[in-house]
């Protein structure tokens, strides 16, 4: 069985920084491209970035470049999102979710990790 | 940035209705056009991708149509299960775009 579990939210300050993983089972991690997506609360749906199976190429929106780094650890199965200088409008839930090549869909997610900025 | 505009923003629908949702993208996509169904509380999930193909497990009730800049979602025989919001995604370009999602409920 597919599964993502997503490790590290929680409350942080404005300006400060915090680290997600995911920790992925069930299928052979370094075969597929991984992204986050977040969620503000009571919103839709928005891509973070996107981190090729192999970890050579990184693509991220650009409200987030500068200040995010998607990352991976194909020897641990894991995908990690570093945030940095972390501003209100990143509270979210951010998900992690395999991403096929092939049907250039997401087509397993996680449990999702509630990210609050705040003061 | 490709925008998805996504219509209608809600809908209910009866037992046994069929409904559908549209997706209209700015440019064309190449139907890299993918539908996820998220429930309250929980994660998306994969119903439709490349515009037609159904994803393992989903009912054979969901199918997905389009091409160019427009795509639509379509549920035939609506059942209680299929209660929550729907959202298009376009995979063909980045940054990859979400629609701002449909609600559908059961009337």
């Known amino acids: 069985e597919v599964q993502l579990v997503e490790f590290g939210g929680g409350l942080v300050q404005p300006g400060r920084s915090m680290k997600l993983s995911c920790v992925a089972s069930?299928?052979?991690?370094?075969?597929?491209?991984m992204a986050w997506v977040c969620q503000a609360p009571k919103k839709g749906l928005e891509w973070v970035a996107t981190?090729?199976?192999?970890?050579?190429?990184?693509y991220y929106r650009d409200s987030v470049k500068g200040r995010f780094t998607i990352s991976r650890d194909n020897a641990k199965s894991t995908l990690y999102l570093q945030m940095d200088s972390l501003r209100s409008e990143d509270t979210a839930t951010y998900y992690c979710?395999?991403?096929?090549?092939?049907?250039?869909?997401?087509?397993?997610w996680g449990q999702g990790a509630s990210v609050t900025v705040s003061s | 940035d490709i925008q998805m505009t996504q219509s209608p923003h809600s809908l209910s629908a009866s037992l046994g209705e069929t409904v559908s949702i549209e997706c209209l993208t700015s440019e064309g996509i190449s139907n890299y056009l993918a539908w996820y169904q998220q429930k309250p509380g929980k994660s998306p999930q994969l119903l439709i991708y490349y515009t037609s193909g159904l994803q393992d497990g989903v009912p054979s009730r969901f199918s997905g149509s389009g091409s160019g800049t427009q795509y639509s979602l379509k549920i035939s025989n609506m059942q209680p299960e299929d209660e929550g919001v729907y959202y298009c995604?376009?995979?063909?370009?980045?940054?990859?775009?979400f629609g701002g999602g449909t609600k559908l409920e059961l009337k």
């Open positions: 995604q376009q995979g063909y370009k980045y940054p990859w775009t």
């Open positions: 069930g299928f052979t991690f370094n075969n597929y491209d």
């Open positions: 981190i090729t199976y192999d970890g050579s190429s990184t």
């Open positions: 979710a395999r991403h096929s090549r092939i049907t250039q869909a997401m087509d397993a």
